[in-house]
C-alpha cells in the first residue's frame, strides 16, 4: 500500500480562496441590490437573489473546508473529506429554491402588473460591475478547485460561471428594453433566469448526492486506466493484467484498489516491488490518498509473460 499524504499549502490556498469568494458574494449582491433599487427590474431582482445564494454558498463551502481538513480520527478513519459533497449539495439547493422564487416574482408581476423600468444607464453599470466581477471569481475557484481537487471550490466556482451567464441575459434583457421601451422583454428574461437557476441547481445538487454515494470519478479513472495499461503493455515493472479497479474520493483525499497479476513464479518480494511502484504512480496521476494494489498470481495458460519466466499461467 503506497499512502501519498495531503500537502499543506493546498488547504491555505483553498480557505484563502474560499474567504475571498464570500467577500466577492457580498460586493456583488450590494451591486445588484443596488441596481435592483434603481431600476425596480424583474431580472435585477433575480440576479441579485442569486447573489445571496453565492455568499450563503461560499461561507457554506469555507466551512465545509475547515471541517474536511481535520484529520482522521476513531469516528472518522478515512477522514472528513466527504464534507465538500455536502457543501455542494447543499449549494445545489440553494439555487434551485433562487429559481422557484424568481418564477414566483415573475408570476407575481404578470397577475399584478408592474412598474415602469427606471434609471436603466445606472442600472446596466452596476449589473455590469457585478458581471466582471464574478466572471474572475468564478474562473479562479474553478481553477484552484481542479487544480487541488476541492469539490466545494469547484462548486463555488461552477455557480458563479452560471451567474456570470444570467448576468450577461439580464443585460442583454435591459438593452433590449432601453431600445424598445416594451417592459415585458424584462419579465421574460427573469423567467429564464429562473428556469436555469432551477435546472442548474437540480444537477449540482444530483451531483452532489451521487459523490457522496461515491460515484467513480471519470477522469479519475481514465488516468488510473492510462497506467495500468501502460504496465500490462510491458513499461517496467510489467504485469500479465488487471482487474476491479475500484476507486473514491474524498474532498481531495483519493482511495484506489486494484488487483495486480503477474507470473506465479515470480517472488513475493519481487511482486511486492512492482506493487509498490505502481500504486505510487497511481497516487501521481490523481493525486494525495492511498492506493493498494493486491497481487494475484497470473491464470492465463497463454500469457507470453509467463512463458518467458519458465512457466505457463495455468
Known amino acids: 500500500m503506497a499512502t501519498r499524504a495531503p500537502d499543506p499549502t493546498h488547504a491555505r490556498r483553498a480557505t484563502n480562496a474560499a474567504r475571498w469568494a464570500i467577500a466577492v458574494g457580498v460586493l456583488g449582491f450590494s451591486l445588484k441590490t443596488a441596481g435592483w433599487l434603481l431600476t425596480g427590474s424583474d431580472a435585477v431582482f433575480s440576479d441579485a437573489l442569486e447573489s445571496i445564494v453565492n455568499i450563503v454558498a461560499s461561507v457554506g463551502a469555507f466551512l465545509a473546508l475547515r471541517y474536511a481538513e481535520r484529520p482522521p480520527d476513531e469516528e472518522h478513519p478515512y477522514g472528513h473529506g466527504p464534507m465538500e459533497f455536502v457543501s455542494a449539495l447543499f449549494e445545489g439547493v440553494l439555487v434551485a429554491v433562487a429559481g422557484m422564487v424568481v418564477l414566483t416574482h415573475c408570476a407575481e408581476s404578470v397577475y399584478r402588473g408592474r412598474a415602469p423600468i427606471q434609471e436603466l444607464d445606472l442600472g446596466l453599470l452596476l449589473v455590469g460591475a457585478s458581471a466582471v466581477l ?181
Open 134 to 314: 464574478n466572471g474572475v471569481a468564478g474562473f479562479v475557484l474553478l481553477r484552484i478547485g481542479r487544480s487541488i481537487g476541492s469539490a466545494a471550490l469547484e462548486g463555488d466556482g461552477k455557480h458563479l460561471l452560471s451567474d456570470l451567464v444570467t448576468t450577461f441575459a439580464v443585460i442583454g434583457g435591459l438593452v433590449a428594453v432601453r431600445i424598445t421601451g416594451e417592459a415585458w422583454i424584462d419579465t421574460a428574461v427573469a423567467f429564464a433566469v429562473g428556469v436555469l437557476l432551477l435546472l442548474v441547481g437540480t444537477r449540482v445538487a444530483f451531483k452532489g448526492v451521487s459523490s457522496i454515494l461515491g460515484l467513480q470519478d471519470a477522469e479519475d479513472h481514465r488516468r488510473i486506466i492510462t497506467v495500468l495499461e501502460r504496465h500490462r503493455q510491458g513499461a517496467d515493472p510489467a504485469i500479465c493484467s488487471y482487474a476491479s479497479v475500484r476507486h473514491r474520493h474524498q474532498g481531495r483525499t483519493h482511495f484506489v484498489d486494484m488487483h495486480l497479476r503477474v507470473p506465479r513464479t515470480m517472488t513475493v518480494a519481487d511482486s511486492h516491488e512492482i506493487a509498490t511502484r505502481i500504486e505510487r504512480e497511481v497516487l501521481d496521476a490523481v493525486g494525495e490518498g492511498t492506493a493498494t494494489a493486491h497481487m494475484e498470481p497470473c491464470g492465463d495458460t497463454a500469457c507470453a509473460r509467463c512463458v518467458a519466466r519458465g512457466g505457463a499461467g495455468g
